[in-house]
Nanobody
Framework: QLQLVESGGGLVQPGGSLRLSCVVSGSTFNYWNIGWFRQAPGKERERISC??????TYADSVKGRFTISRDNAKKTVYLQMNSLEPEDTAVYYCAATITTYSGCQAPRYWGQGTQVTVSS
């Protein structure tokens, strides 16, 4: 069983920045690719970034503004979000996909989510 706990959400003005953290416990960290997803009210959940041992990917909607990183010693994945826009308002989740997959297309474990609100 894997546990994921997100933190770092909050209210920020347009153009501002936030850094989300996803702390992973309960299993060998290197066995998992970690993805960040978000879901806005009335919209489908969107995968916005994924980090594996060999690859990092971003959705077009966040490319150039968001940066994902991974600290294996701390078993933590970060999402640095810059130049935030009101359209980035959503609940942000991290999720784990076993490394038999090349990316984050089959998340098995999810965190509880953290709210990000971008508003003036």
């Amino acid at each position: 069983q894997l546990q994921l706990v997100e933190s770092g959400g909050g209210l920020v003005q347009p153009g501002g920045s936030l850094r989300l953290s996803c702390v992973v416990s309960g299993s060998t960290f290197n066995y998992w690719n970690i993805g960040w997803f978000r879901q806005a009210p009335g919209k489908e959940r969107e995968r916005i970034s994924c980090i594996s041992s060999s690859r990092i990917t971003y959705a077009d909607s966040v490319k150039g503004r968001f940066t994902i990183s991974r600290d294996n010693a701390k078993k933590t994945v970060y999402l640095q979000m810059n130049s935030l826009e009101p359209e980035d308002t959503a609940v942000y989740y991290c999720a784990a996909t076993i490394t038999t997959y090349s990316g984050c297309q089959a998340p098995r474990y999810w965190g509880q989510g953290t709210q990000v609100t971008v508003s003036s």
